[in-house]
């Protein structure tokens, strides 16, 4: 079966621009998560949608940072005006529903690179 | 501040001995732990997990244990197998998962033959 899956797998883009990564999570999956790991750190949570809902955007970090969810299936991340410590591998993953004993099934990630 | 802390970057193993992985957090409001493992240019896959209210949970070669006085908790991996060679990942949660997954910087275990 299709598993999570995320595009593009890599993106080189300069400091300044705009970019948008996208999520398709498994299908029927309610809850899904985006993560970020930078290099020689362990992942870092970004923020999670219940269906289309994001209850809580603290953890993006900081207002450069958008992401929504539509049809309750695919997600897209926002980066806007990129810096060059966006740099990292951004990971989706998505659970049958929400809570910390619902598996969370990851995404290969995209590697964001600013030059 | 490190909330989950894994202190070995790297371990190496001989096959078929025991792979013991260390783990330690500092936050006391988890209450739920998991073991992810990760190979190059691909997600985390979920390994094994316990809650807070368990010292052990035992999954065919895979058994967690925590600790909670000492915040501390250990994957134990028996008979190391080559497949087993990849990045280790602790991670922890609150709040029923409202914060997402804490994870630490991962553990490098390499399995020699």
Same mark, same amino acid.
């Given at each position: 079966?299709?598993?999570v899956?995320? /595009?593009? /797998?890599?993106?080189?883009?300069?400091?300044?621009?705009?970019?948008?990564? $996208?999520?398709?999570?498994?299908?029927?999956?309610?809850?899904?998560?985006?993560? $970020?790991?930078?290099?020689? &750190?362990?992942?870092?949570?970004?923020?999670?949608?219940?269906?289309? /809902?994001?209850?809580?955007?603290?953890?993006?970090?900081?207002?450069?940072?958008?992401?929504? $969810?539509?049809?309750?299936?695919?997600? %897209?991340?926002?980066?806007? $005006? %990129?810096? &060059?410590?966006?740099?990292?591998?951004?990971?989706?993953?998505?659970?049958?529903?929400?809570? /910390?004993?619902?598996?969370?099934?990851?995404?290969?990630? %995209?590697?964001?690179?600013?030059? | 501040?490190q909330?989950?802390?894994?202190?070995?970057?790297?371990?190496?193993?001989?096959?078929g001995?025991?792979?013991?992985?260390?783990?330690?957090?500092?936050?006391?409001?988890?209450?739920?732990?998991?073991?992810?493992?990760?190979?190059?240019?691909?997600?985390?896959?979920?390994?094994?997990?316990?809650?807070?209210?368990?010292?052990?949970?035992?999954?065919?070669?895979?058994?967690?244990?925590?600790?909670?006085?000492?915040?501390?908790?250990?994957?134990?991996?028996?008979?190391?197998?080559?497949?087993?060679?990849?990045?280790?990942?602790?991670?922890?949660?609150?709040?029923?998962?409202?914060?997402?997954?804490?994870?630490g910087?991962?553990?490098?275990?390499?399995?020699?033959?």
């Amino acid at each position: 079966g299709a598993g999570v899956s995320q /595009s593009p /797998s890599n993106k080189v883009t300069e400091k300044g621009k705009d970019v948008e990564l $996208r999520c398709d999570p498994i299908s029927g999956h309610t809850a899904l998560y985006w993560y $970020r790991q930078s290099l020689g &750190q362990g992942l870092e949570f970004l923020i999670y949608f219940q269906g289309n /809902s994001a209850p809580d955007k603290s953890g993006l970090p900081s207002d450069r940072f958008s992401a929504e $969810r539509t049809g309750g299936s695919v997600s %897209t991340l926002t980066i806007q $005006r %990129t810096q &060059q410590e966006d740099s990292a591998v951004y990971l989706c993953a998505s659970s049958l529903a929400f809570g /910390s004993y619902n598996e969370q099934f990851f995404g290969p990630g %995209t590697r964001l690179t600013v030059l | 501040d490190q909330q989950v802390k894994q202190n070995s970057p790297s371990l190496s193993v001989q096959e078929g001995r025991i792979s013991i992985l260390n783990c330690d957090y500092t936050n006391s409001m988890f209450d739920y732990f998991l073991w992810y493992k990760k190979y190059p240019a691909e997600g985390p896959t979920f390994l094994i997990s316990i809650s807070s209210i368990k010292d052990k949970n035992e999954d065919g070669r895979f058994t967690v244990f925590l600790n909670k006085s000492a915040k501390h908790l250990s994957l134990h991996i028996v008979p190391s197998q080559p497949g087993d060679s990849a990045v280790y990942f602790c991670a922890a949660s609150a709040r029923g998962g409202a914060d997402g997954l804490t994870f630490g910087k991962g553990t490098h275990l390499i399995i020699q033959p």
